[in-house]
Every structure is written in structure tokens, then in C-alpha cells.
Nanobody
Framework: EVQLKESGGGLVQPGGSLRLSCAAS????????MNWVRQAPGKGPEWVSS????????YYTNSVKGRFTISRDNAKNTLYLEMNSLKPEDTAMYSC???????????????WGQGTQVTVSS
């Protein structure tokens, strides 16, 4: 059974930091590009970031460039998202997904996690 389990979300003040993790099982993690997608209340899902299978190439949506860092540990089957200088507009449910970086526009990824809530508020 494929599982993607996110953790690390919570309530943080503007300017603060969080580190999200996504533990993968049930598929060959090292053979998949991995991604983070977020969905804010009342809005559609938004692609945030992607990383290739080796972890050598990463991509970010413009609004998080310079603030978020995606990484992965293939030995631990785990994906990460380090989020710094958080803003209220970053408030959303953050989900990790497995699938080609080429699907970042369509969000047609192979596997999805349930998500972890990030709330940025004073």
C-alpha cells in the first residue's frame, strides 16, 4: 500500500519557520520526483516545489523562492520542506506528492498524501 505521511505543520507567527517532513512507503521512493502542493482555504491547489529523484535539481513557485527549500533523503524515504520567513499568505494545507516534475502545471501526480496544516498568524 502506498503511503505518504506529512508532519511538521502547525501555527507559527509571521516571519517564523517550520520544517515539513513526508515519510513515504509502498513504492520505490528513489525512482520518483517528489513535490509539495498546498491548498489555502477557499482556493484551488497550488504547486509549491519539486525535486528530482537524485535531489540534484529543485524548482519553486515564484512566491516561495528564497524562503523555502525542498530536499530529500532517499535512504530514509523522506521528503522535506524547510520554510522560512513565513507569511500569512503561506497559510494552507501542505501535501506531498510523488510524480514527474513535468506535471507541476496539471498537478497530475501519481500519489498524494493527506496533508499537514500550516497556519501563519500573529
Amino acid at each position: 500500500e502506498v503511503q505518504l505521511k506529512e508532519s511538521g505543520g502547525g501555527l507559527v507567527q509571521p516571519g517564523g519557520s517550520l520544517r515539513l517532513s513526508c515519510a513515504a512507503s509502498g513504492f520505490r521512493f528513489a525512482l520518483y520526483d517528489m513535490n509539495w502542493v498546498r491548498q489555502a482555504p477557499g482556493k484551488g491547489p497550488e504547486w509549491v516545489s519539486s525535486i528530482d529523484r537524485d535531489g540534484g535539481i529543485s524548482y519553486y513557485t515564484n512566491s516561495v523562492k528564497g524562503r523555502f527549500t525542498i530536499s530529500r533523503d532517499n535512504a530514509k524515504n523522506t521528503l522535506y520542506l524547510e520554510m522560512n520567513s513565513l507569511k500569512p499568505e503561506d497559510t494552507a494545507m501542505y501535501s506531498c506528492t510523488a510524480g514527474s516534475v513535468l506535471a507541476s502545471a496539471s498537478l497530475d501526480f501519481d500519489y498524494w498524501g493527506q496533508g499537514t496544516q500550516v497556519t501563519v498568524s500573529s
